[in-house]
C-alpha cells in the first residue's frame, strides 16, 4: 500500500499516488486490525476466467505489474466507502469475498483512489440544438467516460438534415455527422485510461425525421461517411407509433425544431400535440408506420440494435414523474430517470447474487456454494429470505455512503445525485437460485418466492 501511495511516475518523475491521502491514512492507523480480517484463501474461488478479468482491468498496476490480490481490491474498496467506520468496512469487505453481493466495476477500479468516480450510469439529454449546446454536451460525455461512466443520451431535440438554420441562413446536415463526432470521442475517450472502451447509447424518437439514417449508423455496409459503428442506439417509442403500426396506418415524421416539444411530454400530451403538427402539415415526410416498423426490425437483425423502450410506459411507471418527462435510459437500459440541460442523471449500482442464499438444512452455507446450481435441486433446500434482509440492507447503506463521498466528474451530475439520491440493486442468478431449489419457472410455487423477494427488497430498502 506503501508503494502505491508513494508512487512515483518513471517518465514524467512526478508523484503519482494511486491510493488517496485519506484512505491511505486509514489503512496505515488501522493496518494489523484490517489485515488480520482478510482471508487470501479467497482468492482460489475465482475461476481462471474470472480472475484473468480482474488482474486485466480491476487490480490495480505498478509500471503495468499487478501489486494487489483480489482480496487487496475487495478491502480497498470496503475501506474506500466507508473511511473511517472500519466495522462497516469490514462487513463490506466480508460479504464481497464471500460473494454475496457485488458493487459495480467503477466502485472497484475506483474506490479508495485519488478520484473516486463510483457511480456506473450517466443519462444525458442534449443541451440545446446549437453548436454550443453540442459541443458542451459532447464535452460532458467525453469527462464522464475518462472517469469510467456508462452513458444514455437522447438527441430527440437536434434538428433534422435540410432544416434551416437562422443564425447562418443556411441548413442542417442533421444527426448523423454529429454522431460521428460522439462515435470518435467514445472510441478516444475509454473508460478509466484503457481499462474498458469508451460506451455511448444514443436515443431517439421514431418521429424524427433522420430516424431511417439513424437506423442506419450501426450497418456493416455503406458509406463509412455515413457510420458510428461504435455507438449504440435506442429508440424511445411512443405508444401512439405502435398502435399506428398495428392498425397499418400513416406515421409522420418531424424536425424538432419546425414542430417543438414532441420530446417534452408523453402520453395523451404528445398525442395531442402530434396530431396538432400532423393537420398544421408540418411533417417532413409521411410514411406507412409499418415500412419504419420492418426497417427498424431489419436493422436489429443485422445489428443487433436499436435498442427499443417505451416512452409512455417508462413515464407512466416512474416515480419521478413529478420531475418532467422522462427521454432516455441508460447505457444497458435498466435505468430510468429524469434529465434536463441543469440535472445529469445519475445511478449508483450493485448485484445480489441470489444463488448464495440458498441453503440446505443443517449444513452451513460456506459448504454450499453457488457453483452446485444446476443440480436436480433439493426438497430440503430453502432460501435464507432473512439474510437477504441483511444483505440487502448493508448495500443500501453503501450505496447511500457513495452518493454522499463520490467523486463527480460534472457538477450536474452532483446536483442530480443531491436532490434524488438514486440507487440501483440488482439481483443475479435466479434461474440458478431456482435449480438449486428444484423448481421450475412455470411451477405453482415459483409466485410466492419471487414475490417475496421483492417485497423484502424493498422493505429492506425502506427501513435505511
Given at each position: 500500500?506503501?508503494?502505491?501511495?508513494?508512487?512515483?511516475?518513471?517518465?514524467?518523475?512526478?508523484?503519482?499516488?494511486?491510493?488517496?491521502?485519506?484512505?491511505?491514512?486509514?489503512?496505515?492507523?488501522?493496518?494489523?486490525?484490517?489485515?488480520?480480517?482478510?482471508?487470501?484463501?479467497?482468492?482460489?474461488?475465482?475461476?481462471?476466467?474470472?480472475?484473468?478479468?480482474?488482474?486485466?482491468?480491476?487490480?490495480?498496476?505498478?509500471?503495468?505489474?499487478?501489486?494487489?490480490?483480489?482480496?487487496?481490491?475487495?478491502?480497498r474498496v470496503s475501506v474506500g466507502i466507508h473511511k473511517d467506520d472500519i466495522d462497516s468496512a469490514i462487513r463490506t469487505y466480508h460479504l464481497m469475498s464471500q460473494r454475496w453481493f457485488t458493487h459495480a466495476s467503477p466502485t472497484l477500479f475506483n474506490a479508495g483512489t485519488p478520484r473516486p468516480q463510483l457511480s456506473s450510469c450517466?443519462?444525458?439529454?442534449?443541451?440545446?440544438?446549437?453548436?454550443?449546446?453540442?459541443?458542451?454536451?459532447?464535452?460532458?460525455?467525453?469527462?464522464?467516460?475518462?472517469?469510467?461512466?456508462?452513458?444514455?443520451?437522447?438527441?430527440?431535440?437536434?434538428?433534422?438534415?435540410?432544416?434551416?438554420?437562422?443564425?447562418?441562413?443556411?441548413?442542417?446536415?442533421?444527426?448523423?455527422?454529429?454522431?460521428?463526432?460522439?462515435?470518435?470521442?467514445?472510441?478516444?475517450?475509454?473508460?478509466?485510461?484503457?481499462?474498458?472502451?469508451?460506451?455511448?447509447?444514443?436515443?431517439?424518437?421514431?418521429?424524427?425525421?433522420?430516424?431511417?439514417?439513424?437506423?442506419?449508423?450501426?450497418?456493416?455496409?455503406?458509406?463509412?461517411?455515413?457510420?458510428?459503428?461504435?455507438?449504440?442506439?435506442?429508440?424511445?417509442?411512443?405508444?401512439?407509433?405502435?398502435?399506428?403500426?398495428?392498425?397499418?396506418?400513416?406515421?409522420?415524421?418531424?424536425?424538432?425544431?419546425?414542430?417543438?416539444?414532441?420530446?417534452?411530454?408523453?402520453?395523451?400530451?404528445?398525442?395531442?400535440?402530434?396530431?396538432?403538427?400532423?393537420?398544421?402539415?408540418?411533417?417532413?415526410?409521411?410514411?406507412?408506420?409499418?415500412?419504419?416498423?420492418?426497417?427498424?426490425?431489419?436493422?436489429?437483425?443485422?445489428?443487433?440494435?436499436?435498442?427499443?423502450?417505451?416512452?409512455?410506459?417508462?413515464?407512466?411507471?416512474?416515480?419521478?414523474?413529478?420531475?418532467?418527462?422522462?427521454?432516455?435510459?441508460?447505457?444497458?437500459?435498466?435505468?430510468?430517470?429524469?434529465?434536463?440541460?441543469?440535472?445529469?442523471?445519475?445511478?449508483?449500482?450493485?448485484?445480489?447474487?441470489?444463488?448464495?442464499?440458498?441453503?440446505?438444512?443443517?449444513?452451513?452455507?460456506?459448504?454450499?456454494?453457488?457453483?452446485?446450481?444446476?443440480?436436480?435441486?433439493?426438497?430440503?433446500?430453502?432460501?435464507?429470505?432473512?439474510?437477504?434482509?441483511?444483505?440487502?440492507?448493508?448495500?443500501?447503506?453503501?450505496?447511500?455512503?457513495?452518493?454522499?463521498?463520490?467523486?463527480?466528474?460534472?457538477?450536474?451530475?452532483?446536483?442530480?445525485?443531491?436532490?434524488?439520491?438514486?440507487?440501483?440493486?440488482?439481483?443475479?442468478?435466479?434461474?440458478?437460485?431456482?435449480?438449486?431449489?428444484?423448481?421450475?419457472?412455470?411451477?405453482?410455487?415459483?409466485?410466492?418466492?419471487?414475490?417475496?423477494?421483492?417485497?423484502?427488497?424493498?422493505?429492506?430498502?425502506?427501513?435505511?
Amino acid at each position: 500500500i506503501k508503494d502505491m501511495y508513494l508512487h512515483y511516475n518513471e517518465r514524467s518523475g512526478l508523484l503519482s499516488p494511486l491510493i488517496a491521502e485519506d484512505i491511505y491514512e486509514v489503512i496505515m492507523k488501522n493496518a494489523a486490525r484490517l489485515d488480520s480480517e482478510i482471508i487470501y484463501d479467497r482468492d482460489f474461488d475465482y475461476d481462471y476466467f474470472g480472475f484473468k478479468t480482474l488482474e486485466r482491468s480491476y487490480l490495480l498496476k505498478l509500471g503495468g505489474v499487478v501489486v494487489e490480490r483480489p482480496q487487496h481490491m475487495l478491502m480497498r474498496v470496503s475501506v474506500g466507502i466507508h473511511k473511517d467506520d472500519i466495522d462497516s468496512a469490514i462487513r463490506t469487505y466480508h460479504l464481497m469475498s464471500q460473494r454475496w453481493f457485488t458493487h459495480a466495476s467503477p466502485t472497484l477500479f475506483n474506490a479508495g483512489t485519488p478520484r473516486p468516480q463510483l457511480s456506473s450510469c450517466f443519462l444525458i439529454c442534449m443541451k440545446d440544438d446549437s453548436i454550443e449546446g453540442i459541443y458542451d454536451t459532447l464535452k460532458e460525455c467525453a469527462v464522464i467516460s475518462k472517469s469510467a461512466g456508462g452513458i444514455g443520451v437522447s438527441v430527440h431535440n437536434i434538428r433534422a438534415t435540410g432544416s434551416y438554420i437562422r443564425g447562418t441562413n443556411g441548413t442542417s446536415n442533421g444527426i448523423v455527422p454529429m454522431l460521428r463526432v460522439f462515435n470518435d470521442t467514445a472510441r478516444y475517450v475509454d473508460q478509466g485510461g484503457g481499462k474498458r472502451k469508451g460506451a455511448f447509447a444514443v436515443y431517439l424518437e421514431p418521429w424524427h425525421a433522420d430516424i431511417f439514417e439513424f437506423l442506419d449508423l450501426r450497418k456493416n455496409h455503406g458509406k463509412e461517411e455515413n457510420r458510428a459503428r461504435d455507438l449504440f442506439f435506442a429508440l424511445w417509442v411512443p405508444d401512439l407509433f405502435m398502435q399506428r403500426v398495428q392498425n397499418n396506418e400513416d406515421w409522420s415524421l418531424f424536425c424538432p425544431n419546425e414542430a417543438p416539444g414532441l420530446a417534452d411530454c408523453w402520453g395523451e400530451k404528445f398525442e395531442e400535440l402530434y396530431k396538432k403538427y400532423e393537420k398544421a402539415g408540418k411533417a417532413k415526410k409521411v410514411i406507412p408506420a409499418q415500412t419504419l416498423w420492418f426497417d427498424i426490425l431489419k436493422a436489429q437483425i443485422e445489428t443487433g440494435t436499436p435498442y427499443m423502450l417505451y416512452k409512455d410506459s417508462c413515464n407512466r411507471k416512474s416515480n419521478q414523474q413529478n420531475l418532467g418527462t422522462i427521454k432516455s435510459s441508460n447505457l444497458c437500459t435498466e435505468i430510468i430517470e429524469f434529465t434536463s440541460p441543469e440535472e445529469t442523471a445519475v445511478c449508483n449500482l450493485a448485484s445480489i447474487a441470489l444463488p448464495r442464499f440458498v441453503r440446505e438444512k443443517g449444513v452451513p452455507i460456506e459448504s454450499h456454494p453457488s457453483k452446485l446450481a444446476g443440480s436436480n435441486g433439493s426438497k430440503n433446500r430453502y432460501f435464507d429470505f432473512d439474510k437477504l434482509g441483511e444483505v440487502t440492507s448493508t448495500v443500501t447503506f453503501n450505496l447511500n455512503k457513495i452518493i454522499d463521498m463520490n467523486y463527480y466528474p460534472v457538477e450536474t451530475a452532483r446536483r442530480s445525485n443531491m436532490r434524488h439520491r438514486p440507487i440501483g440493486i440488482g439481483v443475479q442468478g435466479l434461474a440458478d437460485t431456482f435449480m438449486l431449489l428444484g423448481m421450475a419457472f412455470d411451477s405453482p410455487e415459483v409466485p410466492f418466492p419471487v414475490n417475496k423477494l421483492w417485497h423484502l427488497f424493498l422493505s429492506g430498502l425502506a427501513n435505511m
